[in-house]
């Protein structure tokens, strides 16, 4: 579903990725962890279209997406849900699923299609974002990149600054997305054993290059890795 080559990536004049190639197989979750710093949003960002590419390529379904401005890549199937900044606070979860569905055909049949998936929005469809929890409105944001019914869904850090019990639960709806409605998931995610517990492939960055790729439960068994780069003992 996604590959990149050779890809080196960053802002203006810091270079933040150097040399990846990696890929991300369809319908299944590739989760993308390591240290703080290591290149893991700058990845996602990359492969979106929030990055200036150096050199390299970004490939789509075999379709080079290299360069494309975020709009762009869009419209070739793909979403991006950020840590921060992902709703409108002032605005109610109605009118934030309204904008997300800009420029579709039935955009209120699109809205009611989504609140269906997560009921729990119902109740606050009148009121503003900004009276939800964090956990909440993560689920909006969530819930915005898929009222387009992407095939490729990019999730940033979702659980940073989310209590446990918020997280899992946050974690547990990306993976029903993977599970039920077959999307194809790559996560980066700072909870790493988590992380990893629910997904198929992993991709370990360390200092901006891929130090491990290969199968999830691998690297959460890889004591060596794990102990020095993830912090699991």
């Known amino acids: 579903m996604l590959r990149t080559v050779g890809l080196n990536a960053g802002y203006h004049r810091l270079q933040v990725l150097f040399d990846v190639s990696v890929s991300a197989p369809e319908k299944l979750m590739t989760v993308v962890v390591g240290p703080n710093g290591s290149g893991k949003s700058t990845l996602l960002k990359s492969v979106f279209g929030l990055t200036r590419i150096y050199s390299g390529k970004v490939f789509l379904d075999g379709v080079d997406i290299t ?71 993560q689920m909006l944001a969530i819930a915005m990149a898929l009222i387009r019914q992407p095939k490729l869904m990019l999730f940033d850090e979702p659980t940073g600054n989310l209590s446990p019990k918020m997280a899992t639960q946050i974690l547990n709806i990306i993976r029903d997305l993977r599970d039920t409605y077959g999307k194809t998931i790559v996560l980066a995610e700072q909870n790493a054993r988590r992380a990893l517990e629910i997904g198929e492939k992993a991709i370990l960055m360390v200092s901006g290059r891929p130090t491990y790729e290969g199968e999830a439960q691998t690297l959460l068994k890889h004591e060596e890795l794990g102990k020095l780069y993830l912090g699991i003992r």
């Open 67 to 137: 360069g494309l401005q975020p709009h762009q890549v869009a419209s070739h199937g793909v979403s991006y849900v950020p840590q921060v900044d992902n709703i409108f606070a002032n605005l109610s979860v109605y009118e934030n699923l309204l904008i997300a569905s800009y420029g579709m055909e039935k955009r209120e049949s699109a809205v009611l299609d989504v609140m269906e998936i997560f009921p729990h929005l119902m109740k606050y469809r009148s009121k503003r974002a900004a009276l939800m929890s964090g956990g909440e409105r």
